[in-house]
């Protein structure tokens, strides 16, 4: 089993940044991939970026390119979600992810999900 831990949401204003964590419980297969998904009320939940623990190849919505970073700290068991220059639009649940899939866009490739964390920018 893997445990999942998102932190680091919060309210911001358009143009602020913000930094999310997901804490993995134990030791993360080198196989596995983390990603981040968010979902706003009434809305799907929606890809927004993922990582390769092996590796650290990104992948990013085209929503959220050149706004979001993530990366990796192997030692920690911790990946990161930077989010610069949010905006309303950005306002969502996000979740951490993690699985085994070669594909990191649908919500079908990962197995384990975190509990979320709000985060919400005012205009």
């Known amino acids: 089993q893997v445990q999942l831990v998102e932190s680091g949401g919060g309210l911001v204003q358009a143009g602020g940044s913000l930094r999310l964590s997901c804490a993995a419980s134990g030791r993360a297969f080198s196989s596995y991939t983390m990603g981040w998904f968010r979902q706003a009320p009434g809305k799907e939940r929606e890809f927004v970026a993922a990582i390769r623990w092996s590796g650290g190849s990104t992948y990013y919505a085209d929503s959220v390119k050149g706004r979001f970073t993530m990366s990796r700290d192997n030692a920690k068991n911790t990946v990161y979600l930077q989010m610069n220059s949010l905006k309303p639009e950005d306002t969502a649940v996000y979740y951490c992810?993690?699985?085994?899939?070669?594909?990191?866009?649908?919500?079908?490739?990962?197995?384990?999900w975190g509990q979320g964390t709000q985060v919400t920018v005012s205009s």
């Open positions: 992810a993690a699985g085994t899939s070669l594909r990191y866009d649908g919500t079908l490739n990962y197995d384990y």
